[in-house]
C-alpha cells in the first residue's frame, strides 16, 4: 500500500474556500427553516462525516445528531443497486421530530429514498434531505434534495469525505479522480 494519498489523481473542483461559502450558504437556509423546532440531522455514513462535522458548527441552534450507515457502492464507482441500512438512528431522537437526512452527494438517489422509507418508519414527523452534493442527472427516486451545498456533473468524485476504495476521505477539498481508462480519465 502506498504510505501517502496520491493528489495527483484528482483534478481540484472545489476549493476550501469555495466549499466554506457554500456551507455558509445553507447553513442560513436551514438556520431560517428549523430554528424553533430542534431538529434531528441524521447523517448517512461513512460519506457526509465531513460535511456534517462542518455543517453542524455553522448551526447555531438547538439541533440533535444522529447517524445512519448506508453502503451501496463497494469498492466500485458505479452503485450496486441496493442500499444495505447497517446502522440507523434511535427511534427515541427521530420519532416525532422534524428530520433532516444529509448525506454526501445524491446521485441514483436511491440511498436517499432508502434511508428516508426508514426514518419514516421509525415514526419521524417530517423528513426532508440535504446533500453536499447533487449530480446532475437524471433519476427514478428522490429527483431533488430539499437543500444543496453544490451541484456538479456526472464525474466521480473524491475528498471532503467521500472516498475511491476507502481512500481519499481526507482530503480537504472536493476532486475529480482520474480513472485509468474510465469515465474521469
Ligand atoms: P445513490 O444511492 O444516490 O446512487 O448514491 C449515493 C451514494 O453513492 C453516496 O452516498 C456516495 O457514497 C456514493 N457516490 C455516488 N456518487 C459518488 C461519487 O461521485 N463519488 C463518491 N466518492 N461516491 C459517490
Ligand atoms: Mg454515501
Redesign the pocket.
Given at each position: 500500500m502506498d504510505p501517502a494519498l496520491d493528489s495527483a489523481d484528482v483534478v481540484p473542483l472545489l476549493t476550501e474556500a469555495q466549499i466554506r461559502d457554500g456551507l455558509e450558504r445553507l447553513a442560513r437556509d436551514l438556520i431560517r427553516d428549523y430554528q424553533n423546532d430542534e431538529p434531528c440531522l441524521v447523517a448517512?455514513l461513512r460519506?457526509?462525516l465531513v460535511f456534517v462535522a462542518d455543517l453542524i458548527r455553522r448551526m447555531p441552534i438547538s439541533l440533535r445528531v444522529d447517524f445512519l450507515h448506508?453502503?451501496?457502492?463497494g469498492n466500485n464507482?458505479v452503485?450496486s443497486g441496493t442500499?444495505d441500512l447497517r446502522l440507523v438512528p434511535d427511534p427515541n431522537e427521530v420519532r416525532g421530530r422534524r428530520v433532516i437526512l444529509v448525506?454526501?452527494?445524491?446521485?441514483?438517489?436511491?440511498?436517499?429514498?432508502?434511508a428516508r422509507e426508514k426514518l419514516m418508519a421509525l415514526g419521524a414527523k417530517e423528513v426532508k434531505t440535504c446533500v453536499f452534493?447533487e449530480?446532475k442527472v437524471l433519476?427514478e427516486?428522490?429527483q431533488k434534495a430539499d437543500y444543496r451545498c453544490f451541484e456538479i456533473g456526472h464525474?466521480?468524485?473524491?475528498g471532503y469525505g467521500?472516498?475511491?476504495a476507502g481512500r481519499?476521505r481526507n482530503l480537504p477539498y472536493l476532486g475529480i479522480?482520474k480513472l485509468p481508462g474510465g469515465a474521469n480519465s
Open positions: 448517512c460519506g457526509s448506508a453502503s451501496s457502492y464507482t452503485s442500499v448525506d454526501d452527494i445524491l446521485d441514483s438517489g436511491r440511498t436517499l429514498h432508502a452534493l449530480k433519476r427516486y428522490e464525474e466521480f468524485v473524491v467521500l472516498d475511491y481519499y479522480l
